[in-house]
């Protein structure tokens, strides 16, 4: 039995070798905060859904727009456990606010072309991302 | 390249026999509420960490009795996308509170025995989570 498990143990999931070249650029863009090169990553008409709204936000440049704001509150942001199935990854991670820590997921579907369709953001706790969003609806007003 | 992606779609992330027979208990319990059942499936020391709170709460008799007070508020739960790595898996789905949508992820942990050893829940939007929490401090506070 313990043999049986550590083999299972090794067997990882991957979805399609388009998903997997997106998924590792997403990581690199994360790491070096390289926002010029998202919208090459995103398919046109790509859906963003925040931790925040239940409504979703379309387009290449609202999501580059909201990403770059969001990365310029954030601070530590580390990705933790990875799990993956189908088109799609969800990385979890932690990241401060201020005093708050928070941890959450990116749930990225990726089309066949290892662009990025659907983008869902959540996070834990909820009174921190309702600091998290309104700190960034500040800055946007800001411009 | 067409005949790579479908058999690359095909290849599906498998944790351990154990966690893969954990998380079907998990799903079975869910769909007949029998929180009976419940604290068979857990570690002693499990840990759940919630969407409204950084604190986590620890053991059986806690998370048992958190779920049976959540799952009384939430309406039409249904499971959505499914993603698996290591020894865990990532169960995304949607609910009703009121009249408040939620999305959230169930990111569950099993031991080498299948016993669940923690369990997180992040859900959005953020103001519907804060509306699911309070109903459930009153809910506990009224017995």
């Known amino acids: ?13 991957q979805p399609h070798e388009a998903a997997q070249a997106g ?3 997403w990581q690199r863009i ?10 090459d990553l995103l398919a046109e ?3 963003y859904r925040s931790p925040a709204d239940i409504e979703a936000y379309h387009g290449k440049d609202t999501m580059v727009a909201i990403l770059r704001l969001v990365f310029g509150i954030m601070e530590d ?4 456990r990875h799990f993956s199935g189908g088109n799609g990854y969800v990385l979890e991670f932690s990241t401060h606010v201020g005093d708050a820590r928070l941890f959450g997921v990116d749930i990225v579907e990726f089309d066949q072309n290892g662009k990025i369709t659907d983008f869902m953001v959540m996070m834990r706790p909820a009174d921190a991302v309702l ?10 007003a800001a411009g």
Do not use: H
């Open 23 to 25: 998924i590792a650029e």
């Open 1 to 13: 039995m313990k043999d049986i498990d550590i083999m299972a143990d090794r067997k990882t999931d």
């Open 131 to 140: 600091t998290l969003a309104s700190e960034a609806a500040k800055r946007m």
């Open 77 to 80: 942001f580390t990705y933790l």
């Open 30 to 39: 994360v790491a070096e905060l390289d926002w010029e090169s998202l919208p």
């Open 45 to 47: 008409k790509v859906t």
